[in-house]
């Protein structure tokens, strides 16, 4: 089992900044693909970003390309989503995602964190 904790989420004005961590403390974590999911009330669980288990591949959503860095430090067992630029339409719960799969879809992971809240103000 891979236990993933994210942390970093909070209260931020619209044009702001955050940056989500997601932290392990399996050795194996090296070997997978991780992404970052995000979920508003009432709506779908949305990809956001992947990274592939070495960090030689990234992807986005369209919605936060060019905002948004995913990358990841095996050394520490932790991923993390720099968010800039941010606006209210960003507001969510964002999920930290393991999986042996290099995917966009939820269902393709084999392990989640328990999430993190970000509000965004306009």
């Known amino acids: 089992q891979v236990q993933l904790v994210e942390s970093g989420g909070g209260l931020v004005q619209a044009g702001g900044s955050l940056r989500l961590s997601c932290a392990s403390s399996?050795?194996?974590?090296?070997?997978?693909?991780m992404g970052w999911f995000r979920q508003a009330p009432g709506k779908d669980r949305d990809f956001v970003a992947k990274?592939?288990?070495?960090?030689?591949?990234?992807s986005y959503a369209d919605s936060v390309r060019g905002r948004f860095i995913i990358s990841r430090d095996n050394a520490e067992n932790t991923v993390y989503l720099q968010m800039n630029s941010l606006e209210a339409e960003d507001t969510a719960v964002y999920y930290c995602?393991?999986?042996?799969?290099?995917?966009?879809?939820?269902?393709?992971?084999?392990?989640w964190g328990q999430g993190t809240q970000v509000t965004v103000s306009s």
């Open positions: 990274i592939f288990w070495n960090g030689e591949s990234t």
């Open positions: 399996r050795r194996t974590f090296r070997g997978y693909h």
């Open positions: 995602a393991a999986g042996l799969r290099y995917s966009s879809s939820w269902s393709d992971y084999n392990f």
